[in-house]
């Protein structure tokens, strides 16, 4: 008879996601500390324009240099006013320090219902087709309200890198190097990327190649 004890599949099962749990509320730990060594004060999200919320009718994107915008009268955008440049240039500020703290995922997906558009069912890694956007991104000084907040999806049929969401990754890569490195004012970066991100494509693309900035 052989000594050895086979460990059924479900054990094996569980005690993976136990070792994914305990790594991920270590990463945790260790981001909450790093937020603690930054000074953030609190205060009043500020949308750029007041808006009613929920929206009173269907929201509508536009289309523009080949690539969608949110409905202004649903998604202005907004700041954090603690979001300050020396915060934003502090090299250790990670986006979690205010990632979900104004409003959860939940709340976040109602906008999906506002722009009258079905959350994928698949999407994340090479299936994800939609993402709820911030529309001046956190590490933009964006404030993490739904004023901020629009389901920015497809297109469909092309390589996950070049899905809408994905390039405006970029944009948001190379004006935060623009902050940090005080080649453009914080309030100039945060009313044109509201006003249009396409804007910054041609530049970004250039100055970050494979969205790595130079």
């Known amino acids: 008879m052989s000594g050895i004890t086979r460990v059924p599949s479900g054990a094996l099962l569980l005690v993976g996601l ?8 270590a990463a945790l730990a260790a981001e909450a500390g790093t937020c603690q060594g930054i000074k953030i004060e609190d205060a009043q999200p500020k949308p750029l324009q007041a808006v009613t919320l929920p929206p009173g009718k269907r929201c509508v994107v536009r289309m523009h240099n080949g690539f969608l915008l949110p409905d202004p009268a649903c998604t202005p ?8 440049i020396d915060v934003l240039q502090n090299p250790e500020f990670r986006t979690t320090c ?27 890694g090479v299936t994800q087709t939609c993402e709820l956007d911030h529309l001046i991104s956190l590490e933009l000084g964006g404030a993490d309200t739904l004023e901020n907040i629009w389901p920015q999806c497809g297109p469909s ?13 970029i944009v948001e890569n190379y004006l935060a190097k623009q902050i940090k490195d005080n080649n453009m004012g914080l309030a100039q970066v945060q009313k044109g990327i509201a006003a249009d991100w ?9 100055a970050c190649p494979m969205g790595k900035c130079r």
């Open 18 to 25: 136990f070792s994914l749990l305990v790594g991920a509320r």
């Open 77 to 84: 955008g907004a700041i954090n006013p603690a979001l300050t």
């Open 98 to 124: 205010v990632r979900n703290q104004t409003t959860t995922e939940v709340e976040k997906e109602q906008t999906y219902g506002w722009y009258a558009t079905m959350r994928p069912a698949q999407n994340s």
């Open 157 to 169: 049929g092309v390589v996950l890198v070049q899905r809408f969401f994905k390039q405006k990754d």
């Open 198 to 206: 396409t804007q910054y494509l041609p530049e970004a693309k250039k």
